[in-house]
Protein backbone atom coordinates (compact mmCIF):
# COMPACT_ATOMS: atom_id res chain seq x y z
CA UNK A 1 0.00 0.00 0.00
CA UNK A 2 0.82 3.80 -0.30
CA UNK A 3 1.78 4.21 3.39
CA UNK A 4 1.91 2.10 6.64
CA UNK A 5 -0.89 0.18 8.15
CA UNK A 6 -2.06 -0.65 11.77
CA UNK A 7 -4.40 -2.80 12.95
CA UNK A 8 -6.40 -2.64 14.94
CA UNK A 9 -6.53 1.46 15.42
CA UNK A 10 -8.46 1.19 19.21
CA UNK A 11 -8.02 -2.32 21.28
CA UNK A 12 -9.41 -2.79 24.77
CA UNK A 13 -7.73 -5.71 26.81
CA UNK A 14 -8.54 -6.48 30.20
CA UNK A 15 -5.60 -6.72 32.91
CA UNK A 16 -3.50 -9.81 32.59
CA UNK A 17 -4.96 -10.15 28.31
CA UNK A 18 -2.26 -10.96 25.53
CA UNK A 19 -2.64 -8.95 23.06
CA UNK A 20 -1.07 -8.75 19.38
CA UNK A 21 -0.69 -5.71 17.57
CA UNK A 22 0.18 -5.52 13.76
CA UNK A 23 2.04 -3.46 11.15
CA UNK A 24 1.99 -3.54 7.16
CA UNK A 25 4.73 -1.07 6.74
CA UNK A 26 5.51 0.05 2.83
CA UNK A 27 5.96 -1.82 0.36
CA UNK A 28 9.84 -2.58 -0.18
CA UNK A 29 10.98 -1.19 3.11
CA UNK A 30 13.96 -3.00 5.08
CA UNK A 31 13.64 -1.46 8.21
CA UNK A 32 10.79 -1.45 10.65
CA UNK A 33 10.67 0.02 13.87
CA UNK A 34 7.73 0.10 16.54
CA UNK A 35 7.67 3.39 18.91
CA UNK A 36 5.44 3.87 22.13
CA UNK A 37 3.77 6.80 23.14
CA UNK A 38 2.06 7.57 26.44
CA UNK A 39 -0.38 10.38 27.02
CA UNK A 40 1.54 13.74 26.54
CA UNK A 41 4.45 12.16 25.95
CA UNK A 42 7.22 11.60 22.82
CA UNK A 43 7.16 8.52 20.74
CA UNK A 44 10.04 6.21 22.25
CA UNK A 45 11.94 3.50 20.89
CA UNK A 46 11.12 0.13 21.22
CA UNK A 47 12.92 -2.02 18.42
CA UNK A 48 14.42 -2.22 15.08
CA UNK A 49 14.05 -4.98 11.82
CA UNK A 50 16.13 -4.67 8.94
CA UNK A 51 14.38 -7.54 6.74
CA UNK A 52 13.69 -10.03 9.08
CA UNK A 53 16.23 -9.59 11.92
CA UNK A 54 15.40 -7.89 15.19
CA UNK A 55 18.95 -5.82 15.26
CA UNK A 56 17.56 -3.39 17.90
CA UNK A 57 15.40 -4.43 21.20
CA UNK A 58 16.75 -2.15 23.33
CA UNK A 59 14.00 -0.70 24.44
CA UNK A 60 11.47 -3.06 24.71
CA UNK A 61 10.40 -2.35 28.78
CA UNK A 62 9.63 -5.79 29.89
CA UNK A 63 10.05 -9.62 28.54
CA UNK A 64 6.10 -9.19 28.41
CA UNK A 65 6.21 -7.68 25.19
CA UNK A 66 7.84 -9.48 22.53
CA UNK A 67 8.02 -8.23 18.67
CA UNK A 68 8.52 -10.64 15.05
CA UNK A 69 8.67 -10.03 11.35
CA UNK A 70 9.37 -13.29 10.27
CA UNK A 71 8.96 -12.94 6.35
CA UNK A 72 10.51 -9.61 6.38
CA UNK A 73 7.33 -7.41 5.89
CA UNK A 74 4.72 -7.52 7.87
CA UNK A 75 5.16 -7.24 11.81
CA UNK A 76 3.50 -8.11 15.05
CA UNK A 77 4.34 -6.68 18.55
CA UNK A 78 2.87 -9.02 20.84
CA UNK A 79 1.99 -7.52 24.82
CA UNK A 80 1.74 -10.76 27.13
CA UNK A 81 -0.41 -10.67 30.35
CA UNK A 82 -1.13 -6.73 29.70
CA UNK A 83 -1.12 -4.31 32.79
CA UNK A 84 -2.46 -0.69 33.04
CA UNK A 85 1.01 0.82 32.56
CA UNK A 86 1.31 -0.65 28.51
CA UNK A 87 -2.09 1.26 28.38
CA UNK A 88 -0.22 4.12 24.88
CA UNK A 89 -0.36 4.40 21.52
CA UNK A 90 1.96 1.70 19.70
CA UNK A 91 3.27 3.32 16.08
CA UNK A 92 5.50 1.43 13.40
CA UNK A 93 7.17 3.22 10.99
CA UNK A 94 9.32 1.85 8.26
CA UNK A 95 12.09 3.11 6.42
CA UNK A 96 14.09 2.24 3.33
CA UNK A 97 17.54 2.37 4.67
CA UNK A 98 16.89 2.73 8.59
CA UNK A 99 18.70 6.31 8.77
CA UNK A 100 16.21 8.68 6.72
CA UNK A 101 12.47 8.33 5.32
CA UNK A 102 11.23 7.04 8.01
CA UNK A 103 7.24 6.67 7.11
CA UNK A 104 4.95 6.22 10.31
CA UNK A 105 1.42 4.64 10.39
CA UNK A 106 -1.46 6.42 12.39
CA UNK A 107 -0.54 3.68 15.68
CA UNK A 108 -2.76 1.58 17.63
CA UNK A 109 -4.34 2.61 20.47
CA UNK A 110 -4.05 0.16 23.54
CA UNK A 111 -6.04 0.66 26.77
CA UNK A 112 -5.50 -1.70 29.42
CA UNK A 113 -8.40 -1.89 31.62
CA UNK B 1 17.04 10.92 31.43
CA UNK B 2 15.63 13.06 28.59
CA UNK B 3 18.33 13.75 25.55
CA UNK B 4 16.11 15.40 23.77
CA UNK B 5 13.96 17.91 25.70
CA UNK B 6 11.08 20.70 24.54
CA UNK B 7 10.55 23.02 27.25
CA UNK B 8 7.37 24.35 26.18
CA UNK B 9 4.52 21.70 26.38
CA UNK B 10 2.37 24.47 24.38
CA UNK B 11 2.31 27.62 22.22
CA UNK B 12 -0.64 29.86 20.80
CA UNK B 13 0.09 32.37 17.90
CA UNK B 14 -2.06 34.79 15.92
CA UNK B 15 -2.45 34.15 12.77
CA UNK B 16 0.57 35.32 10.20
CA UNK B 17 2.88 35.65 13.37
CA UNK B 18 5.79 33.51 13.09
CA UNK B 19 5.79 30.92 15.54
CA UNK B 20 8.80 29.60 17.33
CA UNK B 21 9.61 26.09 19.04
CA UNK B 22 12.62 25.28 20.68
CA UNK B 23 14.07 22.15 21.29
CA UNK B 24 17.14 21.46 23.47
CA UNK B 25 19.79 18.43 23.15
CA UNK B 26 22.06 17.34 25.82
CA UNK B 27 24.42 15.20 23.76
CA UNK B 28 26.99 17.07 21.59
CA UNK B 29 27.55 13.64 19.21
CA UNK B 30 24.32 14.35 17.70
CA UNK B 31 24.40 15.23 14.14
CA UNK B 32 21.43 14.73 12.65
CA UNK B 33 18.25 16.34 13.67
CA UNK B 34 14.64 16.43 12.42
CA UNK B 35 11.12 17.74 13.38
CA UNK B 36 7.98 16.15 12.91
CA UNK B 37 3.92 16.99 13.02
CA UNK B 38 1.50 14.83 14.81
CA UNK B 39 -2.55 15.75 14.15
CA UNK B 40 -4.71 13.93 16.24
CA UNK B 41 -5.00 10.11 15.64
CA UNK B 42 -2.49 10.03 12.96
CA UNK B 43 1.07 8.89 13.07
CA UNK B 44 4.15 11.77 13.37
CA UNK B 45 4.77 13.27 9.44
CA UNK B 46 8.47 14.13 8.84
CA UNK B 47 8.67 18.29 8.66
CA UNK B 48 12.20 19.42 8.25
CA UNK B 49 15.45 18.17 8.59
CA UNK B 50 19.32 19.55 9.43
CA UNK B 51 22.73 18.46 9.65
CA UNK B 52 24.63 19.54 11.82
CA UNK B 53 27.17 20.75 9.13
CA UNK B 54 25.16 23.50 8.62
CA UNK B 55 22.87 26.41 11.14
CA UNK B 56 19.97 26.68 9.02
CA UNK B 57 17.99 24.95 6.99
CA UNK B 58 14.46 26.10 4.77
CA UNK B 59 11.91 24.87 3.08
CA UNK B 60 9.13 27.63 2.38
CA UNK B 61 7.45 28.54 5.35
CA UNK B 62 9.56 26.28 7.95
CA UNK B 63 13.14 27.24 8.62
CA UNK B 64 15.38 25.33 11.15
CA UNK B 65 18.51 27.02 12.99
CA UNK B 66 20.95 24.69 14.58
CA UNK B 67 23.17 26.18 17.55
CA UNK B 68 25.78 23.58 18.10
CA UNK B 69 27.53 25.52 20.85
CA UNK B 70 23.96 25.73 22.87
CA UNK B 71 22.81 22.32 21.63
CA UNK B 72 19.87 23.82 20.84
CA UNK B 73 17.68 23.96 17.67
CA UNK B 74 14.52 26.02 16.67
CA UNK B 75 11.67 25.63 13.92
CA UNK B 76 10.33 28.87 12.87
CA UNK B 77 6.88 28.75 11.09
CA UNK B 78 6.50 31.96 8.80
CA UNK B 79 3.49 33.07 8.45
CA UNK B 80 1.54 30.37 10.75
CA UNK B 81 -1.43 29.32 9.35
CA UNK B 82 -4.52 27.58 11.31
CA UNK B 83 -3.45 24.25 9.65
CA UNK B 84 -0.20 24.05 11.24
CA UNK B 85 -2.22 23.32 14.26
CA UNK B 86 -0.65 20.08 15.95
CA UNK B 87 2.21 18.77 17.81
CA UNK B 88 5.74 19.44 17.08
CA UNK B 89 8.37 17.06 17.93
CA UNK B 90 11.81 17.19 17.63
CA UNK B 91 13.41 14.09 17.43
CA UNK B 92 17.90 13.33 16.59
CA UNK B 93 19.24 10.07 15.02
CA UNK B 94 21.89 8.90 17.35
CA UNK B 95 22.38 5.77 15.31
CA UNK B 96 20.51 3.67 12.80
CA UNK B 97 18.00 2.60 13.55
CA UNK B 98 16.67 4.76 15.98
CA UNK B 99 15.08 8.07 16.52
CA UNK B 100 14.87 9.89 20.23
CA UNK B 101 12.16 12.25 20.60
CA UNK B 102 11.56 15.59 22.38
CA UNK B 103 8.08 15.34 23.94
CA UNK B 104 6.16 17.31 21.80
CA UNK B 105 4.82 20.77 21.93
CA UNK B 106 1.32 21.56 20.78
CA UNK B 107 0.63 24.68 19.13
CA UNK B 108 -1.83 26.56 18.47
CA UNK B 109 -2.67 29.02 15.42
CA UNK B 110 -5.80 31.24 16.00
CA UNK B 111 -7.41 32.75 13.44
Not at chain 1, 76 to 83: D, H, P
Not at chain 1, 90 to 104: E, I, K, Q
Amino acid sequence: GAGVSQSPRYKVAKRGQDVALRCDPISGHVSLFWYQQALGQGPEFLTYFQNEAQLDKSGLPSDRFFAERPEGSVSTLKIQRTQQEDSAVYLCASSPDGLYGYTFGSGTRLTVV
Amino acid sequence: DQQVKQNSPSLSVQEGRISILNCDYTNSMFDYFLWYKKYPAEGPTFLISISSIKDKNEDGRFTVFLNKSAKHLSLHIVPSQPGDSAVYFCAVIPRKGKLIFGQGTTLQVKP
